[in-house]
């Protein structure tokens, strides 16, 4: 069975300091990745897709980047925290065009 | 700009009664529209979907109703229960765009005693 691992699941770093999180998925092959962010009020909001290894596109320009290094790996990263990049950070993967599986998230303080 | 418009924003409901949180939208391309599960500190999870060829979709106590003409949709849940208490995010879907799901903003859902 698929399954998708996130981490870490909890992460508090100062302002100005640079961020990775690390996403995997097992059981499936070339699936679509995807980081979403989620505010308080604000929804799901989509951050990167990925639909194949380097291949990364951005919804919303920010501070923010992602890579994928592997068919199967999905990494987020920031070279400089801002205050505004704290939320919860949920890492998602699809092979049908319908249906999104979403890791464990992680919830992501700038302080 | 893509909008998914849901609403309320929070929603309390006695046990056994009757939860009902509403979407709209405005791409009339749209054509899967989902709602998906979300527990405190979990990401969400597919709860039932539909598309705009039915007007109603059921799946034992959930039941998506579709209104293709008002460019809206809703979620009822029958019989609510304390279990069901969870935010709920409606989504819309263009078929083959890479399942680029635009969300709603959710809907916190507790069922009281």
């Known amino acids: 069975s698929q399954t998708i691992h996130q981490w870490p699941a909890t992460l508090v770093q100062p302002v100005g300091s640079p961020l990775s999180l690390e996403c995997t998925v097992e059981?499936?092959?070339?699936?679509?990745l995807y980081w979403y962010r989620q505010a308080a009020g604000r929804g799901l909001q989509l951050l990167f897709y990925?639909?194949?290894?380097?291949?990364i596109s951005s919804e919303v320009p920010q501070n923010l980047s992602a890579s994928r290094p592997q068919d199967r790996q999905f990494i987020l990263s920031s070279k400089k925290l801002l205050l505004s990049d704290s939320g919860f950070y949920l890492c998602?993967?699809?092979?049908?065009?319908?249906?999104?599986?979403f890791g464990s998230g992680t919830q992501l303080s700038v302080l | 700009q893509q909008q998914v418009k849901q609403s309320p924003q929070s929603l309390i409901v006695q046990k056994g009664g009757i939860s009902i949180i509403n979407c709209a939208y405005e791409n009339t391309a749209f054509d899967y529209f989902p709602w998906y599960q979300q527990f405190p500190g979990k990401g969400p999870a597919l709860l039932i979907a539909i598309r705009p060829d039915v007007s109603e979709k059921k799946e034992g106590r959930f039941t998506i109703s579709f209104n293709k003409s008002a460019k809206q949709f809703s979620l009822h849940i029958m019989d609510s229960q304390p279990g069901d208490s969870a935010t709920y995010f409606c989504?819309?879907?263009?078929?083959?765009?890479?399942?680029?799901?635009?969300f709603g903003t959710g809907t916190r859902l507790q069922v009281t005693l």
């Open positions: 998602a993967w699809s092979v049908r065009v319908e249906k999104l599986f």
């Open positions: 989504a819309a879907d263009l078929t083959g765009t890479a399942s680029k799901l635009t």
């Open positions: 990925s639909v194949g290894i380097g291949q």
């Open positions: 059981g499936t092959s070339n699936p679509n």
